[in-house]
């Protein structure tokens, strides 16, 4: 029998573990097991499964099974431990097991023990644009920046173009026990205000949609820093991110679209943008554990912490007084999603101005996004800590300047914050850089000096 185990790569299309699979002519099952941690909270209180995200990966699994069910499989989805319940599934009913190659040190270590037990493992990687072996000769002597590991990608590698997803005859194999999943409940996302849907159908349609229907590709490199609305991005993370679409497939079909339409910046960019993604999740391969640590890559210890809880509760709930920052923070909350700037003010917020430890921000973001790639999440908090890659060694954003520049009219604030819908952009500047309160809003609890 053969078991494919499912993480975050729930699809058919681009798909090399089916691929395998058929090829062997064994007994099949396809699992995804919840890792019974994620729903245990630390000592925050953050357990890793906020509402949103898990909807959103409840979705993807919903789909990934109603597609598998029509070839006679279904996907089976069990809570617990994964090396524990895969080691038991062995122990009753032996299996070959194909899976995704880890990316977080936690993957690495979760295979290393199902093959202390015995159990043969075959890795497919279908996270990346490029598998270990295209890259590994390009990264002999890893690049100091995401420049220099960009320039070496492009002088002359692409990803692997995808097949056609697999037609399926494999007999179907059942667990031999039961695991049942308990999800969290849902109370602190509002369904409604959601735009995204898990799975990998609504992920292919969504990529359609943005690249040939609506062409938004065009205008990419120019909108890409807007804080609303629906094109200004591709918003195609939380699909690639739980491996609902594939990156090499977006790639690709940008490839095709600028074959079609000619070669610019504006389409460029998102291939470019796609790069920052391969370079994190090629940093973390590399460096492992040590991008979990306060000081990172720092070549100095970064500056001292000190944890003020009512700082951290101000910005976990969205009520620091800085408006843009409990903006974004309240979109969040409730979709699972908010804009690259706006994730970027929020960061810089809590680190550079709460002076809170920036590993924090990265456990709540793990919890809320429903986007969450932990290679992404830890490199851009540790980019913008100092702890990261970064030739400059940190980024501190200036708030009042981002707003005139991001959000001029106030689109963004007044949408997520109702009570602020009279005021005018010199006021919000005066009372979150501590010159003149509103009385209608609370006092910043760490104000934002003009400037900086
Ligand atoms: C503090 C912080 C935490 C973040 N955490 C995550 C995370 O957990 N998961 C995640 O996918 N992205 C994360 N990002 C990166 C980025 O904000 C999101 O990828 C992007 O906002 C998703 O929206 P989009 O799909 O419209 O992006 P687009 O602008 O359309 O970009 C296309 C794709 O490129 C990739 N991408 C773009 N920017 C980045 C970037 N800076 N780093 C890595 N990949 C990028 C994403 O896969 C994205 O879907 C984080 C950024 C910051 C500043």
């Given at each position: 029998?053969?078991?494919i185990?499912l993480?975050n790569?729930l699809?058919l299309?681009?798909?090399p573990?089916?691929?395998i699979a058929k090829?062997?002519?064994?007994?099949l099952?396809v699992?995804?097991?919840l890792?019974?941690h994620?729903?245990?909270t630390?000592?925050q209180?953050?357990?890793?499964?906020?509402?949103?995200?898990a909807?959103?990966l409840?979705?993807?699994?919903d789909?990934?099974d109603?597609?598998?069910?029509?070839s006679?499989?279904?996907?089976?989805?069990?809570s617990?431990?994964p090396v524990?319940?895969l080691r038991?599934?062995h122990?009753?009913s032996?299996f070959h097991?194909i899976?995704q190659a880890a990316?977080?040190?936690?993957?690495?270590?979760?295979l290393r023990?199902l093959?202390?037990a015995?159990i043969?493992?075959e890795?497919v990687e279908?996270q990346?644009l490029?598998d270990?072996?295209?890259i590994?000769?390009?990264?002999?002597g890893?690049p100091k920046?995401?420049?220099?590991?960009r320039h070496r990608?492009e002088?002359?590698?692409?990803?692997r173009?995808?097949r056609?997803?697999?037609?399926?005859?494999?007999?179907p194999?059942?667990p031999?026990f039961?695991?049942?999943?308990?999800?969290?409940?849902?109370?602190?996302?509002?369904e409604?205000?959601s735009?995204?849907r898990g799975g990998?159908?609504?992920?292919?349609?969504?990529?359609d949609d943005?690249?040939?229907?609506?062409?938004a590709l065009?205008?990419?490199r120019?909108?890409?820093?807007?804080?609303?609305g629906?094109?200004?991005?591709?918003?195609l993370?939380?699909?690639?991110?739980?491996g609902?679409l594939?990156?090499?497939?977006v790639?690709h079909q940008i490839?095709?679209?600028?074959a079609?339409y000619?070669?610019?910046e504006?389409r460029?960019?998102?291939?470019?943008?796609?790069?920052w993604?391969e370079?994190?999740h090629?940093?973390?391969?590399?460096?492992?554990?040590?991008?979990?640590?306060?000081?990172?890559?720092?070549a100095r210890?970064l500056?001292?912490?000190?944890f003020?809880?009512?700082?951290w509760?101000?910005?976990?709930q969205g009520r620091?007084?800085?408006?843009?920052?409990?903006?974004g923070?309240?979109?969040?909350?409730?979709?699972?999603?908010?804009?690259?700037r706006l994730?970027q003010n929020?960061?810089s917020?809590?680190?550079?101005q709460l002076?809170?430890d920036?590993?924090l921000?990265a456990?709540?973001f793990?919890?809320?996004l429903?986007?969450?790639?932990?290679?992404?999440n830890?490199?851009n908090?540790?980019?913008i800590?100092?702890?990261?890659?970064?030739?400059?060694q940190g980024r501190?954003?200036d708030?009042n300047?981002?707003l005139?520049?991001?959000?001029p009219?106030?689109?963004h604030?007044r949408?997520?914050l109702p009570e602020?819908?009279?005021?005018d952009?010199?006021s919000i500047?005066?009372?979150?850089s501590?010159?003149?309160?509103?009385?209608?809003?609370?006092?910043?609890?760490v104000?934002v000096p003009?400037?900086?």
């Amino acid at each position: 029998m053969q078991l494919i185990w499912l993480r975050n790569d729930l699809r058919l299309h681009d798909q090399p573990a089916f691929r395998i699979a058929k090829a062997r002519q064994e007994p099949l099952a396809v699992v995804f097991i919840l890792p019974g941690h994620w729903l245990q909270t630390d000592r925050q209180g953050l357990d890793r499964l906020g509402a949103a995200k898990a909807r959103f990966l409840r979705q993807s699994l919903d789909d990934l099974d109603a597609q598998l069910q029509r070839s006679g499989l279904g996907l089976t989805v069990l809570s617990g431990d994964p090396v524990a319940l895969l080691r038991r599934w062995h122990r009753q009913s032996a299996f070959h097991l194909i899976t995704q190659a880890a990316q977080a040190p936690e993957e690495g270590a979760w295979l290393r023990a199902l093959a202390d037990a015995g159990i043969s493992i075959e890795t497919v990687e279908n996270q990346t644009l490029f598998d270990s072996e295209q890259i590994a000769p390009l990264l002999a002597g890893w690049p100091k920046s995401f420049t220099a590991f960009r320039h070496r990608v492009e002088s002359g590698l692409e990803p692997r173009v995808p097949r056609a997803p697999e037609s399926l005859s494999a007999a179907p194999a059942e667990p031999p026990f039961d695991a049942a999943v308990r999800w969290p409940g849902g109370s602190d996302t509002e369904e409604g205000r959601s735009q995204f849907r898990g799975g990998e159908r609504a992920g292919l349609e969504r990529l359609d949609d943005y690249l040939w229907r609506r062409r938004a590709l065009d205008h990419y490199r120019d909108s890409r820093n807007q804080l609303i609305g629906r094109d200004f991005a591709s918003q195609l993370s939380p699909w690639l991110a739980w491996g609902c679409l594939s990156v090499r497939e977006v790639w690709h079909q940008i490839r095709r679209y600028e074959a079609r339409y000619g070669e610019d910046e504006q389409r460029y960019w998102l291939r470019f943008e796609l790069l920052w993604r391969e370079f994190f999740h090629c940093s973390m391969r590399h460096y492992g554990r040590l991008l979990f640590r306060r000081d990172g890559l720092a070549a100095r210890p970064l500056p001292e912490t000190r944890f003020q809880a009512s700082y951290w509760h101000a910005w976990c709930q969205g009520r620091t007084g800085v408006p843009m920052v409990d903006a974004g923070l309240r979109e969040l909350t409730a979709t699972g999603y908010c804009s690259n700037r706006l994730r970027q003010n929020l960061a810089s917020y809590l680190i550079h101005q709460l002076g809170l430890d920036w590993r924090l921000g990265a456990r709540f973001f793990e919890r809320h996004l429903i986007d969450f790639d932990v290679a992404s999440n830890q490199g851009n908090w540790a980019y913008i800590a100092g702890a990261g890659q970064d030739p400059r060694q940190g980024r501190r954003f200036d708030l009042n300047w981002q707003l005139r520049r991001y959000d001029p009219a106030l689109m963004h604030i007044r949408h997520w914050l109702p009570e602020l819908a009279d005021i005018d952009i010199e006021s919000i500047i005066a009372h979150q850089s501590g010159r003149r309160l509103l009385s209608c809003y609370p006092a910043p609890v760490v104000s934002v000096p003009e400037g900086g």
